[in-house]
């Protein structure tokens, strides 16, 4: 990569601008019990909202920081994205209801998707094809490391400071990756190949993308791949405190699923020059299918609390690997013919593939009974139809030019 930057520091400040979602809601999953009893007592579950505010808001500026980027260049867009995440978590920090906590959260939400979605338009402005994926997949092994131990720090935050110490973590951890980028990582769209930020050019980037039938289904798989990682995240915890009663170590359990599940991504990046990311994506997801068939079969048989436990930390691992296997090459599927939009690309994936997959898993969530069933039977569900897509996928790129 020309610049300063060389490739390996480059993929570890990529890592760390994704890594910036998961240590926002991983590290939050400690404090919800505390900040439902201090800020929501009469009803302590509505504490989770913590969580998809913090997920709405991110859908809702992924729609515009991959155009304001297109328009005025990277570095300038993640600067006002970390400041207003930055100010949102003081607010938050400050907050004295959970009114204003979600408020704040939404916010955070907004300015944290700057750098998720810049940071995809970035690689992509430097990286195509199968190096590009091999970039995300490097980047998304470092990223995995975060939430391995977010819910380990966000618990040692908490025993120290208690629950408005996580906030303060976040406003360090963002001020430390600006500083990292502004230093050491040149602005990568050029001047000349900037586009107006101008309704009907946005417009025309939309139709651009929804024209091209592979970009269509990559949006739809990765909805579906996220969506079974949001709705497992969603209902892990009860599934730990409630069937389990492993609350106390919920989190050293999750860092230990996101450690053994981080080898997805060094796998990827190892597999994918030579296998193509279509292949390794349905593949992936076929595998899915079984596992989980697999998991509903065996509960359905009167298990020991020992083995329905192992089997359960199985399943999440395999959900985790399947995310580290396929959402690197379905981004990369998806931006492969967009590099001339591909801010406005990154955006309009970003934010569909994320509203979507928040509105699927939080449906899902709700129908928690104190059983897997309702998790098993989405993440079956969706791990199909993702299958299926796949499938059609490759009939699409039989029939396109090479």
């Given at each position: 990569?020309?610049?300063?930057?060389?490739?390996?520091?480059?993929?570890?400040?990529?890592?760390?601008?994704?890594?910036?979602?998961?240590?926002?809601?991983?590290?939050?999953?400690?404090?919800?019990?505390?900040?439902?009893?201090?800020?929501?007592?009469?009803?302590?579950?509505?504490?989770?909202?913590?969580?998809?505010?913090?997920?709405?808001?991110?859908?809702?500026?992924?729609?515009?920081?991959?155009?304001?980027?297109?328009?005025?260049?990277?570095?300038?867009?993640?600067?006002?994205?970390?400041?207003?995440?930055?100010?949102?978590?003081?607010?938050?920090?400050?907050?004295?209801?959970?009114?204003?906590?979600?408020?704040?959260?939404?916010?955070?939400?907004?300015?944290?998707?700057?750098?998720?979605?810049?940071?995809?338009?970035?690689?992509?402005?430097?990286y195509s094809g199968r190096e590009m994926a091999r970039i995300v997949s490097i980047a998304m092994m470092i990223f995995t490391l975060v939430p391995a131990i977010a819910p380990m720090m966000g618990a040692g935050i908490i025993a120290l400071t208690g629950w408005r110490?996580?906030?303060?973590?976040?406003?360090?951890?963002?001020?430390?990756?600006?500083?990292?980028?502004?230093?050491?990582?040149?602005?990568?769209?050029?001047?000349?190949?900037?586009?107006?930020?101008?309704?009907?050019?946005?417009?025309?980037?939309?139709?651009?993308?929804?024209?091209?039938?592979?970009?269509?289904?990559?949006?739809?798989?990765?909805?579906?791949?996220?969506?079974?990682?949001?709705?497992?995240?969603?209902?892990?915890?009860?599934?730990?405190?409630?069937?389990?009663?492993?609350?106390?170590?919920?989190?050293?359990?999750?860092?230990?699923?996101?450690?053994m599940s981080g080898s997805a991504s060094l796998l990827n990046a190892a597999l994918v020059i030579r296998l193509g990311m279509r292949r390794i994506v349905t593949w992936v997801l076929g595998a899915q299918i079984v596992f989980t068939t697999s998991v509903i079969v065996?509960?359905?048989?009167d298990l020991s609390p020992t083995l329905s436990f192992a089997v359960f930390v199985s399943w999440q691992t395999a959900v985790f690997f399947m995310a580290g296997m396929t959402m690197g090459n379905l981004n990369a599927i998806a931006m492969e013919p967009m590099g001339?939009?591909?801010?406005?690309?990154?955006?309009?994936?970003?934010?569909?593939?994320?509203?979507?997959?928040?509105?699927?898993?939080?449906?899902?969530?709700?129908?928690?009974?104190?059983?897997?069933?309702?998790?098993?039977?989405?993440?079956?569900?969706?791990?199909?139809?993702?299958?299926?897509?796949?499938?059609?996928?490759?009939?699409?790129?039989?029939?396109?030019?090479?």
């Amino acid at each position: 990569m020309a610049g300063r930057m060389s490739r390996g520091e480059f993929v570890a400040l990529v890592a760390m601008m994704f890594a910036t979602i998961a240590f926002s809601i991983d590290s939050m999953l400690p404090a919800l019990p505390e900040i439902g009893a201090q800020l929501s007592p009469d009803d302590i579950n509505q504490a989770q909202l913590i969580l998809t505010s913090f997920v709405l808001g991110m859908g809702i500026g992924t729609f515009f920081t991959g155009p304001l980027s297109d328009a005025f260049g990277r570095k300038p867009v993640i600067y006002v994205g970390s400041a207003l995440y930055i100010l949102s978590a003081a607010v938050a920090w400050s907050s004295s209801s959970l009114e204003m906590l979600l408020i704040a959260r939404i916010f955070q939400g907004i300015g944290c998707s700057a750098p998720r979605v810049v940071a995809m338009a970035i690689i992509r402005d430097l990286y195509s094809g199968r190096e590009m994926a091999r970039i995300v997949s490097i980047a998304m092994m470092i990223f995995t490391l975060v939430p391995a131990i977010a819910p380990m720090m966000g618990a040692g935050i908490i025993a120290l400071t208690g629950w408005r110490g996580i906030f303060a973590s976040f406003v360090l951890f963002s001020l430390i990756t600006i500083v990292w980028m502004g230093l050491r990582l040149p602005e990568s769209l050029a001047a000349e190949n900037r586009r107006p930020l101008r309704l009907p050019l946005m417009l025309d980037a939309a139709r651009q993308m929804f024209a091209h039938p592979t970009v269509r289904v990559s949006i739809m798989v990765q909805t579906l791949c996220l969506g079974m990682l949001f709705t497992m995240l969603t209902m892990v915890q009860p599934i730990y405190d409630i069937i389990h009663d492993s609350a106390e170590s919920f989190p050293f359990w999750f860092g230990f699923v996101a450690l053994m599940s981080g080898s997805a991504s060094l796998l990827n990046a190892a597999l994918v020059i030579r296998l193509g990311m279509r292949r390794i994506v349905t593949w992936v997801l076929g595998a899915q299918i079984v596992f989980t068939t697999s998991v509903i079969v065996l509960n359905s048989i009167d298990l020991s609390p020992t083995l329905s436990f192992a089997v359960f930390v199985s399943w999440q691992t395999a959900v985790f690997f399947m995310a580290g296997m396929t959402m690197g090459n379905l981004n990369a599927i998806a931006m492969e013919p967009m590099g001339h939009i591909a801010g406005m690309a990154a955006s309009v994936i970003g934010a569909i593939s994320t509203v979507l997959a928040a509105a699927i898993a939080a449906p899902i969530g709700l129908l928690f009974d104190g059983s897997i069933a309702p998790l098993a039977a989405g993440i079956l569900t969706m791990s199909t139809l993702g299958f299926g897509l796949m499938l059609h996928m490759g009939r699409i790129e039989n029939r396109l030019p090479a």
